[in-house]
């Protein structure tokens, strides 16, 4: 029931035949496979561009996961508390 059969296909057919006109549906599929043509090189163009830059950023990662740059601890005191700034409630 949720494929087509060769019916279906036949009407599907004559009813895109009916709409766009024998004259016009070679030309939208021209039309249709420059477009993709189109698509499939931005596509392949893209990929190439972030290859050598994926490549580039994992040895730049892996060189400085190797060898960490040290670093010193400092020893920081707590600032003493100061008697002005709070007001202490006594009890009675």
């Known amino acids: 029931m949720g494929s ?3 019916w279906h296909w036949a009407i599907l057919a004559v009813v895109v035949i009916l709409l ?3 004259k016009k549906l070679p030309d939208a599929a021209r039309s249709l496979g420059k477009s993709m043509r189109i698509f499939k090189s931005e596509i392949r163009e ?3 561009e972030n290859k050598p830059e994926a ?4 040895t730049q990662s892996d060189a400085s996961a190797a060898n960490p740059t040290p670093v010193q ?3 920081v005191d ?3 508390p100061s008697e002005q700034g709070h007001s202490e409630a006594r009890p009675a």
């Open 4 to 6: 087509l059969s060769p």
């Open 20 to 22: 766009f006109g024998a």
């Open 46 to 48: 893209m990929q190439s």
């Open 55 to 58: 490549s580039a950023l994992g």
């Open 73 to 75: 601890s400092q020893r």
């Open 78 to 80: 707590a600032p003493a």
